[in-house]
């Protein structure tokens, strides 16, 4: 099972800005998936995350300004970025609560990271 990161990269506060992350390999279903990010110095945070049946969860942090979304067909999460601010800068992660195939369990997968700038 591997997840693939992508769409980071440099925005001006008050931009937009949308992650997308795919998911591939032996895959029997896929229940939550999210992002975390984590920034130089600080541990890695929460930033997103939504259940297959669509119900999101947010920090108060990006409550508003984030957005969660997912295409279960396209294995994918999204992550939109609204109106971004200079400390939303980080390293952006997402992963999915995954079962693989010949596994009678879930597990967390994590996508290698994208990086996200914002600076004016």
């Known amino acids: 099972v591997q997840l693939q990161a992508s769409g980071g990269g440099l925005v001006q506060p008050g931009g937009s800005l949308r992650l997308s992350c795919a998911a591939s390999?032996?895959?029997?279903?896929?229940?939550?998936m999210g992002w975390y990010r984590q920034a130089p110095g600080k541990q890695r945070e929460l930033v997103a995350e939504i259940s297959i049946g669509g119900i999101s969860n947010y920090p108060d942090s990006v409550k508003g300004r984030f957005t969660i979304s997912r295409d279960n067909a396209k294995r994918m999460v999204y992550l939109h970025m609204n109106s971004p601010k200079p400390e939303d800068t980080a390293v952006y992660f997402c992963?999915?609560?995954?079962?693989?195939?010949?596994?009678?369990?879930?597990?967390?997968?994590w996508g290698q990271g994208t990086q996200v700038t914002v600076s004016s």
């Open positions: 390999g032996s895959i029997v279903s896929i229940n939550d």
């Open positions: 992963y999915a609560l995954v079962r693989a195939g010949g596994s009678s369990y879930y597990r967390n997968y």
